[in-house]
Nanobody, 117 residues
Framework: QVQLVESGGGLVQAGGSLRLSCAAS????????MGWYRQVPGKQRELVAR???????TYADSVKGRFTISRDNAKNTVYLQMNSLKFEDTGVYYC???????????WGQGTQVTVSS
């Protein structure tokens, strides 16, 4: 089973940018759906952005126009470019991958993003 490792989190001021990376231990070509999720204490993990193997993307309404998800199959990596960050973007960001809509997803360990107001 492929393993996912997130990186790129950190502390940034509101209005700033960060780029998260999710590196897979193997090929992501067969991982048809990959996404980024965010979790804050006391709340459920929520979808931030998702990309399919056909590069069809989906975004949470709260990040549309500010975040961009992309995948580089040659590097086995999925990215999340986050611009115009807001305090409410703070949370632990998890990478998620699965072969199909019905498959059990694989999760990374998460990376903390903290936006100071």
């Amino acid at each position: 089973q492929v393993q996912l490792v997130e990186s790129g989190g950190g502390l940034v001021q509101a209005g700033g940018s960060l780029r998260l990376s999710c590196a897979a231990s193997g090929s992501i070509v067969s991982l048809n759906i990959m996404g980024w999720y965010r979790q804050v204490p006391g709340k459920q993990r929520e979808l931030v952005a998702r990309i399919t193997s056909s590069n069809i993307t989906t975004y949470a309404d709260s990040v549309k126009g500010r975040f961009t998800i992309s995948r580089d199959n040659a590097k086995n990596t999925v990215y999340l470019q986050m611009n115009s960050l807001k305090f409410e973007d703070t949370g632990v960001y998890y990478c998620n991958a699965r072969r199909s809509w019905f498959a059990t997803p694989t999760w990374g360990q998460g990376t903390q993003v903290t936006v100071s107001s």
